[in-house]
DNA sequence: TGGTAAAATTATGTGCACATTACGTCAAGA
DNA sequence: TCTTGACGTAATGTGCACATAATTTTACCA
């Protein structure tokens, strides 16, 4: 065989980690809910071992938390580190506004008018799912403008923790980010060389976002694998057999 | 058996990725060494999989990377990612003086009080290796007092990557922050309750460590894995024999 | 009838073997 | 002599089976 089509079948992995990711911002498992390796693995029609890996991924990524012997968890986000997370953001989002205010490339205002113009148009045509999207990428956007990708994974992560538990707590109904013209008025800040405004509106922002989570109870959902993982599937019936089909 | 001191061997995979991590610290491991397995394994004295395990935590917290297909290699820190860290660092750190400089508890003066004692100590006996330690808690300790704990682990990740580059480029003959009193005046800025003086002098400071650690060129290391690992063992000749052993 | 203990079942964790892939070496042709 | 191709070796990645630990159920005793 010259070429073959998998190379270390590193697609499936990422298949079955963009599953798990996918149903919990889909808001389809409980806090709580127990993560059984040979349930995801015969829903989900790949190996153990396959989900075991993406599970240990997500555990250290901060998605899931894993007890030794016991199992894999979706986390029970405390108001109190829910609360932690927003604060790191505010340090690192104040300073982050401020330094765009500073100074920034005609190219970095292009790309900061032209996410806000996109969120201006889904917010009119109330595309929820895609505003809510828009939304994070926004905070994410402002950090990859600074230039350092340390700081742009760093901050992605805290946005995906903070965004999980968001969409986990009401995930139809939601609009990530408190009003969509704040981000409209930050970028403006930012744009006028405003830094102090700036700053301030983005402390502004993210309290009113940590008040609103807070507010929200979380209601119970589906603990059921079967039913979470209904139309997620790992891959695209890309391989007719999976192989998790054994013997035994 | 009533009692097995082995709960799942979480503490054989903690020697090990402490062994590892360690060797790093210690400046043992030249980066681009390429860690393999089954060296590493017969080494140590461990399993294969127990390897790999603490390959990939290390891979994912940032110690070390992976190529596909292709194995774990020390990283190549860039002048240019060097920076990025300290730049966050500097976000962070400047964000974090401020909030201790307007306001703590006297428990929190007298812990930085006391931390800043025991660095002039170290300083007057002339004792490296503990100064070493006590310059790097003293980053973390600031952002301990602040009490949140997300913060405290974001910024002790950070440290630990840019000490790593650090002892890794010059072990032997380093202290850990530019000047010791350097601490002891940003102490004194927040008991004084001068936000903006400590903000500034923290950053002077972390200006101070990315300058002192461009100027110095990592030199050749050994890439021995035996003689890297010589005298830091995973775990005290708990088993006698080995599976590391393999038959061919 | 309620509580406790023991056994069975289920799930996690780990060692092992094999498939696949990349790298190094050697030889043949230009 | 240099380049290119193929072959052999070694390392990585993955599926599989077993050992260990925890949970649930059941049976027995108070």
Redesign the interface.
């Known amino acids: 065989m010259p070429r073959k089509p998998l190379?270390?079948d590193?697609a499936a992995d990422e298949a079955v980690y963009g599953a798990i990711r996918r149903a919990m911002h889909m808001g389809r498992l409980a806090p709580g809910t127990k993560l059984q390796e040979p349930a995801l693995a015969r829903v989900l029609g790949v190996s153990r071992e396959r989900v075991r890996k993406a599970l240990?991924?997500l555990v250290?990524?901060g998605w899931l938390t894993a007890i030794?012997?016991r199992g894999t968890f979706v986390p029970t986000l405390t108001v109190e580190?829910m609360r932690?997370?927003y604060?790191?953001r505010s340090?690192?989002e104040?300073?982050?506004v401020r330094r765009l205010s500073e100074g920034h490339t005609a190219a970095a205002a292009k790309r900061l008018k032209a996410h806000v113009t996109e969120e201006k148009v889904a917010t009119r045509r109330d595309d929820r799912g895609r505003l809510f999207e828009l939304s994070g990428e926004f905070h994410v956007l402002l950090a990859e403008l600074c230039g350092?990708?340390?700081?742009t994974r760093?901050l992605r992560g805290l946005l995906t923790r903070s965004t999980m538990h968001f969409s986990i707590a009401a995930p139809q109904q939601l609009t990530n980010c408190a009003g969509p013209h704040d981000h409209g008025d930050i970028a403006e800040a930012i744009l006028g060389g405003r830094a102090d405004k700036a700053a301030k509106l983005m402390l502004g922002h993210l309290a009113g976002l940590v008040t609103l989570q807070a507010s929200r109870a979380p209601e119970r959902q589906s603990t059921d694998l079967e039913e979470a993982f209904r139309g997620i599937k790992a891959r695209q019936t890309k391989t007719g057999a999976p192989q998790g089909a054994r013997s035994n």
Do not use: C, S, T, Y
Not at 148 to 151: F, I, K, Q
């Open positions: 190379k270390g590193v240990h991924r250290h990524e030794p012997n580190e932690e997370i604060d790191v340090m690192l104040a300073a982050i350092n990708d340390e700081l760093l």
